[in-house]
């Protein structure tokens, strides 16, 4: 199945917080149920909470019982505002919402109309989503050669997706192609999201995976046990990469060890009316470093700076791969050039 | 307290697993359970596992019934290849097996005497590990300036030492300076030393600590949140220093961000008859990665890769700090006149 599936007014998707040890299903009803679950990281991975964002404006589309298309244009903006609340540093929530808000604007003054072009517009980002993971797949494959062992970080897969994945997508793809590839993966502290999401996909699919802590990431780079990073991105700005936090960490020692750095993510990621000074890089709740599950590892009431991302800048970053090819080297320029040509 | 005592055939610490939460007294009557101990993380830290294992030699003396040297030292041996099992990396584990054989050696042939030696001996290494500790921070104090961040990684507390510490003692000697110095501590997974005992450290001296997670060290440096960095070792070689896992990370971004990196160490770390390529870098259980407490955090049956330590070439050194003085920039020569002059 997808990752989130759109069923008569109900959007099911997989609660992330509860893998690998249970699949369980999440059935949101309304736009405020959506926007918890984005903000708690029940739904999380930049590109699935756009696609999500935009069902939760199809729910409330659907469930309005708005007579004209002021008011339910006036819903809409509400349920928009609840959204963009959630979480501040993805650029995909806002990219889906606004998407999604023009269409509303531009269908006809017919109530059921504007609704069926909002719920419209949100399966079609979701089918999107899917296409344009398999091309970034397909595309960034070409950098994968038969043999190479792949440090990724974090969950940049299906379930950071509607489907296929970016950075996973991109492997998933080579093997795909007959190459045999293994994958590092990073836990990925605070939130474990590369043991608890990465390790279990790949493990279904049958690549072979191994776990390391964020802190092995230096170690396997100096003994050459890796050869090549990929990981997401959630928002790519004017001039670096912003994704989860250690990121930049990675990104740094590939530089030092010649290891090369690439970053999968599609050009809805892509946000090129800021530079990385001007994002707000998301601090999270103390609770997420000292608590783990229920288990408290650090003295009472100790200090906790918790930033959910980091900033790599382009100059570790050897190739953007996004639907529109590959950005070797990137920087600002040809950047625009494929954003523009999207 | 100090972290450690001899009590009359008994050996008394702080089993560090029951950290930060309880303060529970780890009693030990032979060397068996001294070993246990130290393969069991229950007492960790390179300076203070070296003077463990010299006070497990002291306990098979205290306890032996030989009845003359060559029996005693026949039991010594036995113990010290017990000890000599439980890990592999910190040299002060054999520096202080080496140094008690040689005094029980070189006792008079009463085996009262040689158990005497050993004992004695034990109890000064303990004595000369926190006089070492405080002449490190002392010493060390001189790099630290009114207003610092410094970070530091794992434990290189007192918790580490019999007592005062290493890099945390350069600390301590620096606040008592009247500096005001603040510290950022990084989790340090998989065992979180830093959280566990650096935060409850510092806590309870009234240094002013934030906890981040491993991954967040990067952005921290990007963010010029701190502005130097010092932290222990397990082992200082010919070309290297191999510390904690994570270190090697910490010090390539510090290189990469011009920020200081300190390491501070007594010269029972040295170990000049080595380069980095020859030393066994423990691997632990997958365990320590996959659990965190009782809760499971990756997939049943996942490949892991557990070092427990890594390799920090000295080009990223900017000094180490031993009770023998400063050196900056190190390079083996300079590192083999400081540890022949000791």
Redesign the interface.
């Known amino acids: 199945m997808r990752t989130i599936e759109w069923e008569d007014g109900v959007v099911v998707t997989i609660d992330q917080t509860k893998l ?2 249970e699949l369980a299903l999440l059935k949101m009803k309304t736009c405020e149920e959506v926007a918890e679950a984005i903000k708690s990281m029940k739904v999380r991975g930049a590109p699935l909470i756009g696609v999500t964002a935009a069902y939760g404006l199809a729910l409330t589309a659907y469930h309005s019982t708005a007579r004209n298309k002021q008011d339910l244009l006036q819903e809409l903006k509400e349920s928009a505002e609840t959204l963009r609340r959630t979480r501040p540093t993805a650029v995909n929530l806002s990219w889906a919402i606004d998407r999604v808000l023009r269409k509303a604007e531009e269908a006809a003054e017919d109530v059921k109309l504007v609704a069926k072009a909002v719920m419209d517009e949100a399966v079609r980002m979701a089918d999107e989503d899917v296409e344009v993971n398999r091309r970034i797949g397909r595309i960034g494959a070409e950098l994968i050669n038969d043999g190479d062992v792949v440090l990724t970080h974090c969950n940049a897969g299906s379930l950071a997706t509607v489907g296929y994945g970016t950075a996973l997508g991109v492997i998933r793809a080579a093997v795909g192609q007959g190459k045999r590839v293994r994958v ?1 993966v990073t ?4 939130k ?1 999201q590369g ?2 999401l990465t ?2 996909e790949l ?1 279904r699919d049958g690549i ?13 780079m ?1 003994k050459r ?1 890796i050869n090549k990073v990929i990981v997401g991105a959630d928002r790519i700005v004017k001039d670096a990469v912003i994704n ?3 990121t ?2 990675i990104a ?2 590939a ?2 060890n010649e290891v090369p750095f690439y970053v999968a993510a599609p050009t809805s990621s892509f946000d090129l009316t800021r530079t990385a000074e001007d994002v707000i ?1 998301e601090e999270r709740s ?1 609770e997420e ?2 608590y ?16 959910a991302f ?2 790599t800048p382009f100059q570790y970053v050897d190739a953007i791969i996004c639907e529109g090819g590959i950005l070797f080297k990137p920087n600002y320029e040809a950047v625009l050039s494929v954003y523009k040509g999207r």
């Open positions: 690998p040890h590092f836990e990925t502290r605070p474990l043991a608890k390790a279990y493990k072979p995976v191994t776990l390391i802590t964020d802190n092995a990431v230096g170690y396997v100096y046990m989860k936090v250690g930049y960490e740094a020692l530089h030092e890089i103390p470093v000292t783990i599950g229920s288990v408290h590892v650090a003295p009472e009431g100790v200090d906790v700076f918790n930033p980091d900033i």
